[in-house]
């Protein structure tokens, strides 16, 4: 009879626990039926908004020529959303003749352009004899616009603090700060 005790118990203990398995499955498949409709909806996601067109930098014209308050150097400038570039005008004849230029273009890069400018210098040879004092260098500078409104152009490029005019090599630069008025 002990054994039958023992049989039926553990039938008692089999069945219970079974019981519960089907208890735990049948709650958990009604919780994945039920919670699609009792969870809040998701927020739809705003409705795309067109693509405006890009606003034109600049309200008014801008002048042609332009004077670097630093440098005295005075620049044709043409900008539009996404490039700016500036040539030197007001190069002394002498050094046009040896093919002296500034050429900058940049490329719009956030809200400044960013790019460099191409230099062809006259440079002054320390110690040299007259006529034989000065030396036609090419290097590259990087160079970044700010702001261009129809006032003032501002910005920063690099500027020599270390240059090697014998071999016309570039050792040091720093950024300097800039600004153009209109040339008037």
């Known amino acids: 009879m002990g054994n039958v ?8 203990d089999t069945l219970k626990s079974a019981s519960r398995e089907r208890k735990g499955l049948l709650a958990l498949i009604a919780f994945l039926a039920i919670s699609p409709f009792t969870a809040p909806e998701p927020t739809p996601a705003a409705p795309a908004k067109p693509a405006a067109a890009a606003p034109a930098p600049f309200n ?3 002048a ?6 630093s440098t ?3 620049f044709r400038v043409q900008a539009s959303n996404d490039l700016f570039r500036a040539d030197w005008v007001n190069i002394p004849p002498a050094a046009a003749k040896q093919g002296a230029s500034i050429h900058t273009e940049c490329r719009k890069s956030g809200p400044k352009w960013v790019g460099t400018s191409n230099i062809n210098m006259l440079c002054a040879i320390p110690g040299a004899p007259p006529g034989k004092d000065t030396k036609m260098c090419s290097f590259t500078v990087r160079f970044e616009v700010d702001s261009v409104t129809s006032l003032k152009i501002t910005g920063h490029s690099e ?3 270390s240059f090697d005019v014998k071999t016309c090599r570039v050792q040091k630069t720093d950024w300097t700060a800039f600004t153009w008025v209109p040339k008037k």
Do not use: F, M
């Open 5 to 12: 005790t023992v049989a039926a118990a553990i039938k008692e």
């Open 60 to 62: 008014r014209p801008l």
């Open 64 to 69: 042609k020529i332009w004077h670097s308050q």
């Open 72 to 74: 005295q150097h005075d």
């Open 159 to 161: 500027s020599l603090k």
